[in-house]
């Protein structure tokens, strides 16, 4: 059994695959550049929305599926965690303004034919009063998703630590991949740290029989850069070896997108489900923290810019929120927030096996619905490793059995 195991990045999945690991009787090593409270990761960020449906006009029906699988997963995976975290599953109301009725019309019957086996109710103003009385006096109509669900992002990244760290692994934070070079046998990680007031800025070197790759935009390879390859071996120009081994990876497919979220503080506002308000060029969701908490976010830019917030995009966050509920006027803006989610061109998740490597990218704005689905592809493969001494002979067709291979293809 071949059990000296590293994972790359501590963001959402980073986290689920190492707590796992540690629970099948493994002591995994977990590398990650940012600090273990993750706030410059993409799932800190996020608002964890769990809407398969109210994603479905805007991605492929086999991240729908995977959504909903994940729907029933979550509530066990959150049982064994001995820190609470805030789950809902008490459905999700999409509205629209009147001049924005045919996305709210165009929608529906999307819903209604693609996906008829779900339930979707068409609601009256006293309908939706019955369910959220503040959303019910801006709007005569609604559409109620009750299978949809959210939770706390926030918390379960600390749940998480909090298990990581009981259970004594090696959590190398604030350390960051210069390289990783795949063997026959083995890979190996090259990192240092990144620490300024650590003395030891030396490069280390080390060998593990498996490497899970997480990074999400950290992994996207620069040209002319040895950082973040997945090296081969050939040393002749750097250029080369990083053209060839993306392309062996399908990693130079990778891209940054820029999204934008508010955090604010409205104890005025009384609304219990996530909200989603139909617009020509966004859907602008309102996700209920608790205590008067809201995750308010929609902007999706195609960009790798990390700067602060445009005046252009909280103008619209802000208004449009404030448009759904004048109570927003008076809300505190504890946190605005803008983070780069990572996407390969087709915007589906991605897991890519070479020889001792996995990377496991490109989970865009659907990492925390997907999630369970995804650590499930995982565990299946760090089980076929063990038990074949190995993924380096196998093929996509070795994976075609895997319970979720025919949502989440291994290649």
């Known amino acids: 059994m071949k059990n000296n195991i590293a994972i790359i990045g501590a963001g959402l999945i980073g986290r689920l695959i190492a707590l796992s690991l540690t629970r099948q009787g493994y002591k995994p090593t977990l590398i990650d550049k940012d600090d273990t409270k993750a706030h410059n990761s993409a799932a800190y960020a996020a608002a964890a929305l769990l809407?398969?449906?109210?994603?479905?006009?805007?991605?492929?029906?086999?991240?729908?599926?995977?959504?909903?699988?994940?729907?029933?997963?979550?509530?066990?995976?959150?049982?064994?965690?001995?820190?609470?975290?805030?789950?809902?599953?008490?459905?999700?109301?999409?509205?629209?303004?009147?001049?924005?009725?045919?996305?709210?019309?165009?929608?529906?019957?999307?819903?209604?034919?693609?996906?008829?086996?779900?339930?979707?109710?068409?609601?009256?103003?006293?309908q939706l009063e019955a369910l959220e009385p503040d959303i019910g006096r801006a709007f005569n109509q609604g559409l109620f998703l009750p299978e949809e669900g959210q939770l706390d992002n926030r918390e379960l990244l600390t749940a998480?630590?909090?298990?990581?760290?009981?259970?004594?692994?090696?959590?190398?934070?604030?350390?960051?991949?210069?390289?990783?070079?795949?063997?026959?046998?083995?890979?190996?990680?090259?990192?240092?740290?990144?620490?300024?007031?650590?003395?030891?800025?030396?490069?280390?070197?080390?060998?593990?029989?498996?490497?899970?790759?997480?990074?999400?935009?950290?992994?996207?390879?620069?040209?002319?850069?040895?950082?973040?390859?997945d090296n081969t071996g050939s040393t002749d120009s750097l250029d080369s070896v990083s053209d060839a081994v993306c392309d062996k990876a399908e990693l130079s497919d990778l891209r940054a997108v820029r999204g934008e979220v508010f955090r604010l503080y409205a104890p005025d506002v009384n609304i219990t489900r996530p909200i989603r308000l139909m617009h020509p060029r966004y859907q602008l969701y309102i996700a209920p923290k608790g205590n008067g908490h809201f995750a308010v976010g929609a902007t999706e830019i195609e960009s790798d810019d990390m700067s602060p917030m445009t005046v252009q995009s909280a103008m619209e966050l802000l208004s449009a929120a404030y448009s759904v509920h004048p109570g927003f006027a008076e809300a505190n803006i504890q946190q605005q927030i803008a983070q780069c989610r990572p996407a390969f061109s087709d915007n589906q998740p991605k897991i890519i096996v070479n020889k001792h490597t996995v990377h496991v990218n490109g989970l865009y704005r659907h990492g925390f619905l997907i999630a369970p689905v995804v650590l499930a592809q995982v565990n299946e493969l760090i089980q076929l490793h063990n038990e074949n001494g190995g993924l380096s002979n196998k093929t996509s067709s070795d994976y075609a059995n895997f319970k979720y291979s025919h949502l989440l293809p291994i290649s």
Not at 56 to 71: D, F, K, Y
Not at 99 to 115: P, S, V
Request: net charge negative.
């Open 160 to 229: 998480l630590a909090t298990e990581l760290k009981a259970a004594d692994i090696s959590w190398l934070s604030n350390t960051e991949v210069i390289a990783i070079t795949s063997l026959d046998e083995s890979t190996e990680i090259s990192y240092q740290s990144t620490n300024i007031e650590g003395l030891n800025k030396e490069c280390v070197t080390q060998t593990f029989d498996l490497v899970i790759d997480c990074r999400g935009t950290g992994a996207k390879p620069v040209k002319g850069s040895h950082d973040d390859i």
């Open 51 to 126: 809407t398969p449906l109210g994603e479905a006009m805007h991605c492929e029906p086999n991240i729908v599926a995977m959504g909903i699988e994940s729907l029933k997963l979550w509530p066990q995976l959150l049982a064994t965690l001995k820190e609470d975290v805030f789950f809902q599953q008490e459905g999700a109301i999409m509205v629209s303004h009147a001049q924005d009725q045919g996305d709210y019309l165009h929608f529906a019957r999307y819903i209604k034919a693609h996906y008829p086996q779900n339930n979707l109710e068409a609601l009256n103003r006293n």
